[in-house]
């Protein structure tokens, strides 16, 4: 008795990328496309109605993104194990996206055999990573965390808060070129690029007190 094929559920804002995908899998008679999504709340009104093994889940999409929306599936207490499959292996998408819920995370470059072997294993619920991605994860986890300066921990709760780098340089009275410069010290610290991700990264890590930002 053969096994039922994966279902899967394509999430990606490019609809040549969505083609190719469920034209892969409709060539083998393990797999079965039941829907494609172009954004994170049309991924998640699918999933719930129509139940996917897997959703292959594109992290940057217009309106809801990949995290959001696999934060989204994860408070639901869906059954689909989601596989992030992006352009993108920078620490500020990986490590929201582990967080928030995925069972694996592959690059686009990733072969057609390998995506299809992935995608079977995260049905069964085991992690993918791409070789890229698993050397990130390992490099942060080995890599003690750079604990910031108190002046940058002052600087990152004012960046919670709302202020911009001139509100904070008026309050604690000091250049704004100053407050730049450890601006980018804290970026460098969290492995962020903006100030967005470092007030993310700052909550992860207990930098921030939920009643902040």
């Known amino acids: 008795m053969s096994e039922a094929p994966v279902r899967v559920l394509i999430v990606d804002d490019h ?25 994170g709340a049309r991924a998640v009104e699918l999933a719930r109605s129509l139940e996917p093994d897997v959703v292959l889940m594109d992290l940057r999409m217009p309106g809801t993104g990949g995290v959001d929306a696999i934060s989204e599936l994860a408070r639901l207490g869906l059954g689909a194990r989601v596989l992030v499959l992006t352009t993108y292996a920078s620490d500020s998408d990986v490590g929201p996206a582990i967080e928030a819920g995925a069972t694996g995370y592959l690059l686009k470059d990733t072969s057609p055999d390998e995506l299809m072997r992935a995608v ?5 619920g085991e992690t993918v990573l791409s070789p890229l991605v698993a050397s990130r994860l390992v ?4 890599e003690p965390a ?10 990152l709760r004012l960046i919670a808060g709302g202020f911009t780098n001139r509100e904070a340089a ?5 250049s704004e070129a100053t407050v730049k410069t450890h601006v980018l010290h804290i970026y460098g610290k969290l492995g962020v690029n903006d100030r967005a ?14 009643g902040e930002g």
């Open 139 to 142: 490099g942060r986890v080995r």
């Open 197 to 210: 991700a470092a007030v993310a990264a700052g909550f992860r890590r207990g930098l921030l007190d939920p």
């Open 15 to 39: 609809p040549v990328v969505r083609d190719g995908i469920r034209g892969m899998f409709a060539g083998d008679p393990g797999f079965e496309t039941v829907g494609e999504a172009g954004d």
């Open 120 to 124: 079977r294993l995260a049905a069964r």
């Open 146 to 155: 750079v604990p910031l300066s108190d002046r940058e921990s002052e600087i």
């Open 170 to 174: 008026a309050r604690l009275f000091i």
